[in-house]
């Protein structure tokens, strides 16, 4: 696994979801935004959620995951 050369970041090709925690102080949530955008992610920004997010928002963190799950079955 780790002398295996990558050639293509699997997000080029793979599709792949995320969450912006709108009110993180730890990553800034436009740079977040950015970072999904390139990837072309299905984002799902939770407003108010701080860094903890998976914690704060269990809910609606399983939400996003069932659906990246769903799409992967397809």
Do not use: M
Request: no cysteine; aromatic share 10%.
């Amino acid at each position: 696994v780790f002398s295996t050369p990558i050639k293509v970041a699997a997000w080029t090709s793979k599709p792949s979801w995320g969450i912006v925690a709108a009110s993180d102080k730890i990553i800034n949530p436009d740079l977040e935004r950015f970072y999904y955008q390139r990837a072309h992610s299905h984002t799902t920004v939770l407003a108010g959620a701080s860094h903890a997010v998976y914690e704060s928002r269990p809910k609606e963190v399983a939400a996003v995951i069932e659906d990246a799950a769903k799409h992967a079955q397809q």
